[in-house]
């Protein structure tokens, strides 16, 4: 009976470790936001990129506030790609 009980405990361990792995949470939003401004200080951009690269933080910074973590840090994604980050 006791060999069973840890074989029980010792599965809904490893079952929760999977879950929790899979659902984890993005990165902080506020850790992008920073690599991108930093990226952004030393960018040589046109005026369309620099324009389009405020675009996607202006949206970025929005979806932040709102605890839209995962949008916000597909905004500063796309506009590191506009800087060729």
């Not at 006791?2 to 990165?27: D, E, K, N, Q």
């Not at 949206?59 to 790609?81: H, L, P, S, T, V």
């Amino acid at each position: 009976m006791r060999r069973f009980s840890v074989a029980i405990a010792v599965g809904t361990l490893a079952v929760s470790a999977a879950i929790s792995t899979a659902y984890a949470a993005p990165a902080p939003c506020e850790e992008s936001l920073k690599a991108l401004r930093a990226a952004e200080a030393t960018a040589k951009l046109n005026d369309a990129d620099k324009n389009k690269v405020s675009e996607l933080e202006t949206k970025g910074i929005e979806r932040c506030n709102a605890d839209d973590d995962k949008r916000a840090d597909d905004f500063f994604a796309q506009a590191m790609k506009v800087m060729g980050k």
